[in-house]
């Protein structure tokens, strides 16, 4: 059984840092595409980051502007997701998705609260 557990989240100051971490159990297979996703209250879900195993060069929304690093811990099966100078307009739902395209795996945890307030 595939689980996909995000947590970090939390309440920060602006120009504040957060790592969120996703733990992935019972996804064995050797290509695959990661993702950080997140929706904000009355928006639309937007992707933050993305990483195509076995890649090692993650690529990012425009709006992350060199702010987050996507990471990934074979040894543990986690990826993170630093972030850092974060803004008020960050706040939102992060969630991690495993997925193998055309394979109709798709998989997503229950998502991390980030919340960016002063």
């Known amino acids: 059984q595939v689980q996909v557990v995000e947590s970090g989240g939390g309440l920060v100051q602006p120009g504040g840092s957060l790592r969120l971490s996703c733990i992935v159990s019972g996804f064995t297979y050797p290509t695959y595409v990661m993702s950080w996703y997140r929706q904000a209250a009355g928006k639309e879900r937007e992707l933050v980051a993305r990483?195509?195993?076995?890649?090692?060069?993650?690529s990012y929304g425009d709006f992350v502007k060199g702010r987050f690093t996507l990471s990934r811990d074979s040894t543990k099966n986690t990826f993170y997701l630093q972030m850092n100078t974060l803004k008020v307009e960050d706040t939102a739902m992060y969630y991690c998705?495993?997925?193998?395209?055309?394979?109709?795996?798709?998989?997503r945890g229950q998502g991390t609260q980030v919340t960016v307030s002063a």
């Open positions: 990483l195509d195993i076995p890649g090692k060069y993650p």
């Open positions: 998705n495993i997925r193998r395209p055309g394979w109709g795996d798709n998989y």
